[in-house]
């Protein structure tokens, strides 16, 4: 979206790249689509639909994508479906894309204006005015389409405003409910809905999708490609991100010291220390708590077959690292102090995980 000419990025949207209602290109995920077939094959869909999984794994792309092959009148009572393909310039894919088609509700953070600021949240009065939609019959007696993105930004209020309708729904109506952390979703609707967990996607997935992206994505050299596979975790939008030689080298720094430890190089993780403690380290200072948690994750993982008790002690620090981080952002405090205790604690707990 546009204004006063500039581009506008969305609060759900990654700059330089189509939104998920403009994606048309889809790729993995075959049993989640196959799902949403054989309930439209069957005339039996399910009326609420939880998407689970990590960000920027495809899981707005696949909501609206059912959303275009729901409100298609040609795809409307075919029960030999295949596909939720829908053309790309048909009218249903244009009203979609435009957020116009009468049929369709998005509830999500509202991008910024000229007057106010992008939301936090999805307002109860939001919730409210998009649910209007379910009050009256469709436009052309077909389907009406709900789409949650996503259901972290719901506040109590907005919720419960949701929760009373998927609990008594109107006849052919669909709510798709989009969540990176679908566990903590209001257990109410969570009970509703049909849950849908999608898995992170495999390196040729990424690179498909990256290529279907067009310039200058497209462009980017294999081999920069192939360094943000090793740390996007089967996330499209965590490649995407990472698709920068200097952030890369930076995450094999912090990588490396992490992978010696309990032996310290006290030397690089002082200057480490230094250098996110400066007032333009904020970007540094993010990706290296994201590559601890990485790290730590992966050790939990490989490790599993060890049993509660031997990994507590990784599983107690990276939760005392969450609680020290939001400190240091609610406070504003230094740094340094952190970063050093940060390893230290990581340190012990590798040998007493040993």
Same mark, same amino acid.
């Given at each position: 979206?546009?204004?006063?000419?500039?581009?506008?990025? $969305?609060?759900?949207?990654?700059? &330089?790249?189509?939104?998920?209602?403009?994606?048309?290109?889809?790729?993995?995920?075959?049993?989640?689509?196959?799902?949403?077939?054989?309930?439209?094959?069957?005339?039996?869909?399910?009326? +609420?639909?939880?998407?689970?999984?990590?960000?920027?794994?495809?899981?707005?792309?696949? +909501?609206?994508?059912?959303?275009? %092959?729901?409100?298609?009148?040609?795809?409307? &009572?075919?029960?030999?479906?295949?596909?939720?393909?829908?053309?790309?310039?048909?009218?249903?894919?244009?009203?979609?894309?435009?957020?116009?088609?009468?049929?369709?509700?998005? *509830?999500?953070?509202?991008?910024?204006?000229?007057?106010?600021?992008?939301?936090?949240?999805?307002?109860?009065?939001?919730?409210?005015?998009?649910?209007?939609?379910?009050?009256?019959?469709?436009?052309?007696?077909?389907?009406?389409?709900?789409?949650?993105?996503?259901?972290? #930004?719901?506040? /109590?209020?907005?919720?419960?405003?949701?929760?009373?309708?998927?609990?008594?729904?109107?006849?052919?109506? *669909?709510?798709?409910?989009?969540?990176? +952390?679908?566990?903590?979703?209001?257990?109410?609707?969570?009970?509703?809905?049909?849950?849908?967990?999608?898995?992170?996607?495999?390196?040729?997935?990424?690179?498909?999708?990256?290529?279907? *992206? &067009?310039?200058?994505?497209?462009?980017?050299?294999?081999?920069?490609v192939d360094q943000a596979l090793r740390y996007g975790e089967?996330?499209?939008?965590?490649?995407? $991100?990472?698709?920068?030689?200097?952030?890369?080298?930076?995450?094999?720094?912090?990588?490396?010291?992490? #992978?010696?430890?309990?032996?310290?190089?006290?030397?690089?993780?002082?200057?480490? +220390?230094?250098?996110?403690?400066?007032?333009?380290? #904020?970007?540094?200072?993010?990706?290296?708590?994201?590559?601890?948690?990485?790290?730590?994750? $992966?050790?939990?993982?490989?490790?599993?077959?060890?049993?509660?008790?031997?990994?507590?002690?990784?599983?107690?620090?990276? $939760?005392?690292? &969450?609680?020290?981080?939001?400190? /240091?952002?609610?406070?504003?405090?230094?740094?340094?102090?952190?970063?050093?205790?940060?390893?230290?604690?990581?340190?012990? %707990?590798?040998?007493?995980?040993?």
């Amino acid at each position: 979206m546009s204004r006063d000419g500039q581009d506008v990025i $969305e609060p759900d949207g990654f700059e &330089g790249a189509p939104h998920p209602r403009e994606q048309f290109a889809f790729f993995g995920h075959r049993e989640g689509e196959e799902a949403f077939l054989e309930g439209l094959r069957s005339g039996r869909l399910h009326h +609420a639909w939880l998407i689970g999984g990590a960000q920027g794994i495809g899981k707005a792309t696949l +909501a609206y994508r059912v959303a275009r %092959a729901v409100l298609d009148p040609q795809k409307a &009572g075919d029960r030999s479906l295949t596909s939720l393909d829908v053309p790309t310039e048909s009218q249903v894919a244009r009203q979609v894309a435009a957020l116009s088609h009468p049929n369709l509700a998005v *509830l999500r953070r509202s991008p910024p204006t000229d007057k106010k600021a992008a939301s936090t949240t999805i307002p109860v009065d939001a919730v409210r005015r998009a649910l209007n939609m379910f009050g009256s019959t469709a436009a052309n007696g077909g389907y009406r389409v709900c789409i949650v993105d996503s259901a972290e #930004d719901l506040t /109590i209020s907005s919720a419960n405003a949701l929760l009373k309708v998927i609990e008594e729904p109107p006849p052919r109506s *669909l709510f798709l409910i989009v969540s990176h +952390a679908p566990q903590r979703v209001l257990p109410t609707i969570r009970s509703r809905c049909r849950r849908l967990l999608l898995r992170p996607l495999g390196d040729q997935e990424i690179r498909a999708t990256i290529g279907s *992206l &067009g310039s200058p994505w497209s462009d980017i050299p294999r081999d920069l490609v192939d360094q943000a596979l090793r740390y996007g975790e089967g996330s499209v939008r965590r490649t995407l $991100e990472l698709l920068d030689a200097e952030k890369v080298a930076f995450i094999d720094q912090v990588t490396k010291l992490l #992978d010696g430890l309990p032996r310290t190089d006290t030397k690089q993780i002082l200057a480490l +220390a230094e250098a996110l403690a400066r007032r333009d380290a #904020d970007d540094s200072y993010e990706l290296t708590l994201e590559t601890v948690q990485r790290w730590v994750s $992966e050790r939990l993982h490989d490790r599993a077959g060890l049993g509660a008790s031997r990994l507590a002690p990784l599983v107690e620090v990276c $939760e005392k690292i &969450g609680r020290s981080a939001r400190e /240091i952002d609610v406070f504003n405090l230094d740094r340094r102090p952190f970063i050093l205790t940060m390893f230290d604690d990581l340190a012990d %707990a590798v040998r007493r995980a040993a």
